[in-house]
């Protein structure tokens, strides 16, 4: 994140999902707080930061999101005629919420940079980038299976950081799960974490596929990623 202090004070948008670097997010902006939060971030050109509802609710109350949330930056933006927005976003960085800020309609926070880190000298590295790679396209394979999709996955990313945000995007699980990769320390820790979430996920679909017993709807949520610099 060359464009942004280490330290800096960022617009908060608590979700019920859980954004990667890497990941586009369409939304709609239809609550008064949050329309006036995106038409600033549009007047200066600014990000704003999506963050996983840790108590209460998206929309009415002020919702507690957890501490570590994705910048998500604005790449394309529509008003409508009723006032509502629709706006598609690209997640940039993770960060880290030092303080709570409550002076404005919408909430802010205090952050700092959170980034992923990649040890130099883990001779793990390699062999767990290798294993999420192979997983995460069996694990695609069979989510198109169920969705009686025929999807042949031509190219997955080479660099472990982006691996680990890819699996990320792409795995079906609940938000606490995906909120704890999101936490992840470094490279390392989020793809031995993925290893064996893709293990425990490929393993049920694949008993799925052999009973047939599919969920009546499954989606893969690998589609909307782009590799983050």
């Avoid at 707080?33 to 998206?58: D, Q, T």
Wanted: charged share 25%; aromatic share 6%.
């Amino acid at each position: 994140m060359a464009d942004l202090l280490d330290l800096f004070e960022l617009p908060l948008f608590p979700l019920n999902m859980v954004l990667f670097p890497g990941q586009i997010l369409p939304l709609h902006i239809f609550e008064d707080r949050y329309r006036l939060m995106i038409r600033s971030c549009l007047a200066e050109e600014k990000p704003f930061g999506v963050v996983l509802i840790r108590e209460g609710k998206e929309v009415g109350e002020t919702a507690v999101p957890h501490p570590v949330g994705t910048v998500a930056r604005i790449m394309e933006s529509s008003h409508l005629p009723d006032g509502t927005m629709n706006i598609v976003t690209l997640g940039i960085e993770r960060f880290r919420i030092l303080r709570l800020i409550y002076d404005q309609p919408y909430l802010r926070g205090e952050v700092e940079i959170f980034p992923l880190r990649e040890p130099a000298d883990d001779p793990t590295l390699t062999r767990l980038t290798h294993q999420v790679r192979q997983r995460v396209v069996r694990y695609i394979e069979l989510i198109a299976e169920a969705a009686g999709l025929r999807i042949r996955v031509e190219s997955i990313p080479e660099q472990p950081r982006q691996v680990g945000y890819l699996a990320a995007v792409a795995l079906q699980i609940e938000n606490g799960e995906k909120q704890e990769l999101l936490n992840a320390g470094s490279v390392t820790c989020i793809l031995r974490a993925e290893v064996a979430l893709l293990n425990r996920e490929n393993a049920l679909l694949a008993w799925m596929a052999r009973t047939k017993e599919w969920p009546e709807r499954t989606q893969s949520g690998a589609s909307g990623f782009l590799l983050p610099n």
